[in-house]
T-cell receptor, first 109, second 116 residues
Framework: DAKTTQPNSMESNEEEPVHLPCNHS???????IHWYRQLPSQGPEYVIH???SNVNNRMASLAIAEDRKSSTLILHRATLRDAAVYYC??????????FGGGTRLMVKP | NAGVMQNPRHLVRRRGQEARLRCSPM?????VYWYRQLPEEGLKFMVY????????ESGMPKERFSAEFPKEGPSILRIQQVVRGDSAAYFC??????????????FGEGSRLTVL
């Protein structure tokens, strides 16, 4: 299974943009890139996913490198409620989503 | 439209007892996934089921653990003769489809098992 590498933790100031990086150098051509987040004591929550093109939704933007070996989740204005563990996950056809350690995002007021 | 419902939210068992965790997927979803999360760790895939069928159980321990998703009723994760190492949060997720580009998995709030 292709793996992802994320920083263990990041800090951000409230109302500033946050860029959460993810490396996936062994990604295959058909793997989808998913992002989920998990707030304390809750189940994971879907954030966004994409294949090749950048994606935007109401929660965030996903910027995918041209060679697809890395991606960045962008939160345009961090709020205290965005403090969570963010997981970058690759989905291969027929394989289940495999969660790694994720990045713990701390948001300072 | 109710989300994924898991119960019980908290369960305490003594070593050797059985634990049964239930998951009702979102309406219209026929694909169910179970994940386990040990304290301070990420989620580990356990099993993927469709109605009445186990599709992938590669993450399930070979002994004491079983899962089912009957034609009627919730999916059940059963742990027999629990040990302290089974203490964890067990999350269920559902989706309307599977395969490449599964899209969004909808997770429940989890069932937290504590084994004394």
């Amino acid at each position: 299974d292709a793996k992802t590498t994320q920083p263990n933790s990041m800090e951000s100031n409230e109302e500033e943009p946050v860029h959460l990086p993810c490396n996936h150098s062994t990604i295959s051509g058909t793997d989808y890139i998913h992002w989920y987040r998990q707030l304390p004591s809750q189940g994971p929550e879907y954030v966004i996913h994409g294949l090749t093109s950048n994606v935007n939704n109401r929660m965030a933007s996903l910027a995918i490198a041209e060679d697809r070996k890395s991606s960045t989740l962008i939160l345009h204005r961090a709020t205290l409620r965005d403090a969570a563990v963010y997981y970058c996950i690759l989905e291969s056809a027929g394989n289940m989503l495999t969660f790694g350690g994720g990045t713990r995002l701390m948001v300072k007021p | 439209n109710a989300g994924v419902m898991q119960n019980p939210r908290h369960l305490v068992r003594r070593r050797g007892q059985e634990a049964r965790l239930r998951c009702s997927p979102m309406k219209g979803h026929s694909h169910v996934y179970w994940y386990r999360q040990l304290p301070e760790e990420g989620l580990k895939f356990m099993v993927y089921l469709q109605k009445e069928n186990i599709i992938d159980e590669s993450g399930m321990p070979k002994e004491r653990f079983s899962a089912e998703f009957p034609k009627e009723g919730p999916s059940i994760l059963r742990i027999q003769q629990v040990v302290r190492g089974d203490s964890a949060a067990y999350f269920c997720a559902s989706s309307p489809r599977a395969g490449a580009n599964t899209g969004e998995l909808f997770f429940g709030e989890g069932s937290r098992l504590t084994v004394l």
